[in-house]
């Protein structure tokens, strides 16, 4: 392990360790939180720290605002996961006792994510228990304290929760398969994957490979992580995904690229909301192009944005004057109560003074 992770990786380690104690002492539940519009990292950093609690005996899950995307159902990771909307017999106990499993809330801990504002309908619960711990990547956080390991400079979340898993085995002398499942393993190495486009992006550094490498004799599988997230498709997402390729603008000398899709498209195309997951990525590919976005619309009329860029457009600072967040070269937003084309105006002008 690089130094620069040292400090942070063993402090969130000493910090996971005693909430285990706390909550093994006084059978309480530990819950896990990761962000709304789920993604590879935030699943695999919340799987991987689920994986660790529940290793040492103490009780956890990861409380996931939303269905499981299919695409991620071959990690199968099913049984760590707690929706307080879904129809199960958790829910249903957390609905009228509060208590999950019989155990009332100890200590909550979010990866991926450090504002409960965008834990979707999980930010009360995390807000409702005083002892938090974050681990994050991303470079808008701003508060500090003892709790929080921020490195904006990680390629991942999931990269953090690796170091944190190393720094509990040296702490504890649990070996490393003790502690991470093999399909744990496989989920934060497809969070690894994820965030740094299967190693291709500037993020991908020596020692990003060599925990991938060590996640890999964990149990992960590069192959079937990348067929599954990146490569397999529906023949309906497959002409869905060519449609908002062909229906791109292109402004202020194509240093800007931009898509819209409407919601009517989804239903024309059969295709659900990650039917364009592969298309922004795409375009900023495009020569030429700094600056790329795809706007969708989904069912509930929200419009979803995906920001990337080349090499200076700072994206997580343009996905916050929509209230959104992310990083310098990848981010997002969420927008309500607009019209798709509405926005789409809005943003064009907007882009002109930064680009
Ligand atoms: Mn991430």
Not at 59 to 79: H, R, T, W
Not at 155 to 174: C, D, L, P, R
Not at 231 to 246: E, G, M, N, Y
């Amino acid at each position: 392990m690089r130094e620069r992770y040292k400090e942070g990786s063993a402090r969130s380690a000493k910090n996971i360790l005693s909430v285990i104690e706390k909550a093994k002492q006084n059978d309480e539940m530990i819950l896990v939180f990761l962000h709304r519009s789920v993604d590879g990292d935030c699943v695999g950093s919340a799987s991987g720290i689920c994986s660790i609690i529940r290793s040492f005996g103490a009780s956890a899950y990861v409380a996931i605002p939303e269905a499981l995307p299919e695409n991620m159902k071959f990690l199968g990771i099913e049984d760590l996961f707690f929706r307080p909307d879904g129809n199960s017999h958790l829910a249903e106990e957390f609905t009228t006792s509060g208590t999950l499993a019989g155990k009332k809330l100890g200590a909550v801990i979010a990866t991926d994510i450090s504002e409960s504002s965008r834990m979707g309908i999980c930010g009360e619960i995390f807000d409702s228990v005083d002892t938090k711990i974050v681990i994050d990547h991303h470079a808008s956080v701003t508060a500090r304290s003892d709790n929080l390991w921020i490195d904006p400079d990680a390629s991942s979340a999931s990269e953090m929760v690796f170091y944190v898993a190393e720094q509990i085995s040296a702490i504890t002398g649990k070996e490393m398969k003790d502690i991470i499942t093999s399909n744990a393993a496989k989920a934060v190495l497809a969070g690894i994957v994820t965030d740094t486009g299967r190693f291709t992006f500037k993020n991908t550094r020596p020692e990003t490979l060599e925990s991938a490498g060590l996640l890999i004799e964990l149990g992960g599988d590069i192959s079937e992580v990348c067929y599954n997230l990146f490569d397999r498709k529906t023949k309906q997402k497959f002409r869905l995904s060519a449609k908002a390729r062909s229906e791109v603008q292109f402004y202020f000398d194509d240093k800007f690229a931009m898509t819209v899709v409407p919601y009517s498209q989804f239903v024309e195309y059969n295709a659900g909301p990650d039917g364009v997951d592969d298309v922004v990525s795409a375009m900023r590919d495009i020569d030429g192009v700094e600056l790329a976005i795809v706007l969708r619309e989904l069912e509930n009329g929200e419009i979803r944005g995906n920001i990337r860029s080349q090499d200076y457009f700072d994206c997580s600072k343009f996905a916050e004057t929509y209230g959104g967040g992310g990083h310098m070269r990848a981010a997002g937003f969420t927008a309500k109560n607009i019209d798709i084309y509405k926005l789409a105006e809005d943003i064009v002008n907007k882009v002109q003074d930064a680009l």
